[in-house]
């Protein structure tokens, strides 16, 4: 295992998701450097075990890289310059939801650098996220997840290994596709219950003791407060879960030779559903 006694964690991505994250892990001890792509995000950090840095290609002195960033072009992008420069032994945390294709391939040429690789993504909102309290998702070598556990623990609750590379990756998409699935069925439940007079409240309440609960419709609200905070920090539509992590479903399901036809509906409807509702929920 690694220790904060005598490891380095460079942060990338401090974002919606990743600056609590960060937040989380200087929290906990551990001397972190930090970058993000958009000047200023990684200043407003500086403090006691915060170190700000200008490029990606300064966190190579790291001995543990985790990544926030928005997609699978981003996490490439980063580690394209990294991994060559990072010592043997080093540690790298993809906590971007990729396509497990894309953590595979990254976990092989990390291996040909003598460095471990773990698919990583995350789950469970920025408020979550400041607790150290996400749900970790990893995939890879067995001993590659042991050696990160003492990181992975410090930003979240319920960490699990759920096998080899590309696994995390797999059951991220599999919690996003059940999720928005939830998310697409309760707007339409509401719209109909509206229809007949009854008040969006009222329907929450009146299912919060039926089979139709869940975790959804009794955490109404908070995708319009995650809509809002990615307008607040300039975060195109297209890289928002609903949007990007929904097509990137389809693409792994199509990779796979699996049929998902719910995936392929809400991968059309999904952002629109989501993006409209926000802002008629600021209007009141």
């Known amino acids: 295992m690694i220790s904060q006694a005598t490891t380095r964690i460079g942060f990338a991505g401090l974002g919606n998701l990743g600056r609590p994250m960060a937040e989380a892990l200087l929290a906990a001890g551990w001397h972190v450097s930090l970058y993000d792509r958009a000047p200023g995000r990684a200043d407003a950090l500086a403090g006691p075990g915060a170190r700000p840095v200008a490029e990606a290609d300064d966190l190579a002195d790291c001995g543990v890289i985790a990544l926030a960033v928005p997609d699978d072009a981003a996490v ?36 040909d650098r003598g460095v471990g690789l773990l698919d990583a993504p995350v789950s469970g909102g920025a408020e979550r996220a400041a607790r150290g309290d996400l749900a970790v998702m990893a995939g890879g070598a067995a001993e590659v997840f042991e050696r990160a556990r003492p990181v992975l623990t410090a930003v979240g609750s319920q960490v699990r290994h759920v096998g080899p590379s590309g696994a995390g990756s797999a059951a991220k998409l599999a919690n996003q596709l059940m999720m928005f699935a939830a998310l697409a069925g309760a707007h339409e ?34 995708f319009d407060e995650v809509a809002e905070a990615y307008d607040a920090g ?51």
């Not at 109909?192 to 419709?217: H, I, P, T």
């Open 76 to 111: 490439g992008s980063v580690l394209g310059t990294l991994l060559p420069r990072l010592a043997e032994g080093a540690l790298v945390l993809v906590h971007s939801t990729v396509l497990p294709a894309t953590a595979r391939d990254l976990a092989a040429r990390a291996a």
């Open 189 to 222: 439940a509401l719209d109909l219950a509206a229809a007949y007079g009854v008040a969006e409240q009222d329907v929450l309440a009146a299912v919060s003791g039926g089979l139709g609960d869940s975790w959804v419709a009794r955490n109404w609200g908070f």
């Open 234 to 284: 300039g975060t195109p539509v297209a890289e928002r879960p609903w949007s990007k992590d929904l097509w990137e479903v389809t693409s792994a399901a199509r990779a796979a030779g699996v049929a998902v036809p719910v995936a392929g509906l809400l991968a059309q409807i999904m952002a629109d559903r989501v993006e409209q509702h926000a802002r008629s929920a600021r209007r009141r």
